[in-house]
């Protein structure tokens, strides 16, 4: 069982920085697909950014420019970092591994992530 704990959410003022990181167990890490969701209250979860195992990145318009993923497989762990914050951008941030092969998936518990104007 894979578990996936992130951290590095906090209350941060508009125009700040913050970074999230994602800590995998298990092996699986360097061949799957790393990304960040977040729900914001009251919304659906939605896309952020991933980074699949080859390096190829993808973004969502909204944070295109302001957010940087990353990823460190000999470390188990992805990054997100996130500047130029908005207050548009509190919510909830999920980490999330997908394999390909398997079309299976895993989840952290998420972090919260608070942008006040």
């Known amino acids: 069982q894979v578990q996936l704990v992130e951290s590095g959410g906090g209350l941060v003022q508009a125009g700040g920085s913050l970074r999230l990181s994602c800590v995998a167990s298990?092996?699986?890490?360097?061949?799957?697909?790393m990304g960040w969701y977040r729900q914001a209250p009251g919304k659906q979860r939605e896309f952020v950014a991933f980074l699949t195992s080859g390096g190829s990145a993808n973004y969502a318009d909204s944070v295109k420019g302001r957010f940087t993923i990353s990823r460190d497989n000999g470390k188990n762990t992805g990054y997100l970092q996130m500047s130029n914050l908005k207050p548009e951008d509190t919510a909830v941030y999920y980490c999330?591994?997908?394999?390909?092969?398997?079309?299976?998936?895993?989840w952290g518990q998420g972090t919260q992530v608070t942008v006040s104007s």
């Open positions: 298990g092996s699986i890490f360097r061949i799957a697909r």
């Open positions: 999330n591994l997908f394999i390909t092969a398997t079309g299976g998936g895993y």
